[in-house]
């Protein structure tokens, strides 16, 4: 099976602009999270989607929001980016029984100038 | 979900076993122990989960204490590749919470030549 793909890989962006990231979770995971990795926060939850519903929530500000889809791809937006939303943004995925593990994409590396 | 401590850093020689601990003292009965690994600006890595018996899969093997406050991952012949950042995460099982795990700092493994 393919892993957790996740575009793009890179972006540069400039404060007060807004992103959307895209996420495409492997071939019959319904589960899809969203992680921040930064150097002085770590890897902090954002938020969870489980069959187009947000399920589990972080405790980011609400210029952070994402969807999903039927085919259970997901997208997150950051609004109003500040330069402290700069980081590595992981998308993870997880099967519907057996340990519930998460497999998690490469990431996309976001730099806002 | 309950917390974990790591050791902030081990060093493991090439060919051995290295035995990275973790402990979680206040782990609830309908917790399991999930341990993760990252390399370099990937994406983590799972690795392997259990509740309370010991497990092993082709990666590593987990031993869980009787009492369930301490765990080890082994990594029983231990390579270069497996430099990384290493982290023991304890949530609630089951599909509702698959979604969401809380990252500590973790152990970075260096492994030696």
């Known amino acids: 099976k393919a892993g957790v793909t996740q575009t793009p890989r890179y972006l540069i962006k400039t404060r007060g602009q807004q992103v959307t990231l895209s996420c495409s979770p492997i071939?019959?995971?319904?589960?899809v999270s969203w992680y921040q990795q930064t150097p002085g926060q770590g890897l902090q939850f954002l938020f969870e989607?489980?069959?187009?519903?947000?399920?589990n929530k972080g405790n980011f500000p609400g210029r952070f929001s994402g969807r999903q889809f039927s085919n259970s791809r997901s997208e997150m937006n950051v609004s109003t980016l500040e330069l402290g939303d700069s980081a590595l943004y992981l998308c993870?995925?997880?099967?519907?029984?057996?340990?519930?593990?998460?497999?998690f994409g490469p990431g996309t590396r976001l730099t806002v100038t | 979900d309950a917390k974990t401590t790591q050791p902030p850093s081990m060093d493991c020689a090439e060919g051995r076993a290295a035995n990275l601990p973790c402990n979680h003292s206040?782990?609830?009965?309908?917790?399991?122990v999930y341990w993760y690994r990252q390399i370099h600006s990937q994406g983590p890595q799972y690795i392997i989960h259990?509740?309370?018996n010991n497990e092993t899969n082709e990666m590593a093997s987990l031993i869980i204490t009787e009492d369930r406050k301490s765990s080890t991952l082994i990594l029983p012949h231990a390579t270069l590749r497996d430099t990384a950042v290493y982290y023991c995460?304890?949530?609630?099982?089951?599909?509702?919470?698959?979604?969401?795990?809380?990252f500590g700092d973790g152990t970075t493994l260096t492994v030696k030549p």
């Open positions: 993870a995925s997880s099967p519907v029984g057996g340990g519930y593990e998460q497999y």
């Open positions: 071939s019959g995971h319904r589960s």
């Open positions: 989607y489980f069959s187009e519903t947000q399920r």
């Open positions: 206040t782990i609830s009965g309908n917790e399991y």
């Open positions: 259990g509740l309370k």
């Open positions: 995460i304890v949530r609630v099982g089951g599909y509702t919470n698959a979604g969401k795990s809380t």
